[in-house]
């Protein structure tokens, strides 16, 4: 055996503590981005789901346009931003109803509230184990307003669409301009 001291040394009992602590520190905030990307993706259906029946509307109105079902002067709220804009879209938020006989969302002749089928636990769409969701929990509101300096010419179309995703209500807003021009 040699006389020569030991250049071995191990960690002190500081070192050990703090690396803990920056182990346990690191841990916890993984446990939190988990937690949130959980959250999220809970709610993504629902998201999904918002954002679509957000552009049908849009759709809806634009095709109202094109079609010539509706003059310029209808393709506006029935109260809208005069009190008295006289078109046929229902002002405020709307339960999420099939359009009626007019083809056109959020007017008076409006049906019954929309369903919409989901994948079940195989994934598939068209399979035994799909999923009927009434739409129950969502709102819609279509908002027309003339552009200013446009001369009547120009409107701005907002839907929002409003929902329960878990404990959160969520809302999601699509906005567009239309012209007189189709």
């Known amino acids: 055996m040699s006389n020569q001291p030991s250049t071995d040394r191990g960690f002190s009992l500081i070192e050990v503590?703090?690396?803990t602590s920056v182990l346990a520190v690191g841990l916890l905030a993984t446990a939190g981005v988990l937690a949130?990307?959980?959250q999220k993706l809970s709610s993504s259906p629902t998201d999904v789901i918002a954002t679509q029946k957000a552009a049908e509307a849009i759709e809806s109105v634009f095709s109202a346009r094109d079609s010539h079902k509706l003059t310029w002067a209808q393709l506006q709220n029935v109260k809208g931003a005069t009190g008295n804009d006289g078109g046929?879209?229902?002002d405020g938020p709307q339960s999420l109803k099939l359009e009626g006989a007019d083809g056109i969302l959020n007017t008076a002749d409006d049906t019954t509230v929309e369903t919409?089928?989901?994948p079940g636990p195989d994934q598939k769409i068209g399979t035994v184990d799909d999923v009927i969701v009434t739409l129950s929990g969502y709102t819609r509101e279509i908002m027309i307003r003339n552009v200013p300096n446009e001369n009547g010419m120009l409107?701005?179309?907002t839907v929002t669409i409003?929902?329960?995703s878990g404990p959160t209500t969520k809302t999601y807003a699509?906005?567009?301009y239309i012209s007189n021009y189709s």
Request: hydrophobic share 50%; proline share 0%; aromatic share 10%.
């Open 36 to 38: 949130t990307g959980m």
């Open 88 to 90: 046929v879209f229902l």
């Open 116 to 118: 919409m089928t989901l």
């Open 162 to 164: 409003t929902y329960q």
């Open 155 to 157: 409107r701005s179309v």
């Open 17 to 19: 503590c703090i690396a």
């Open 174 to 176: 699509l906005m567009t």
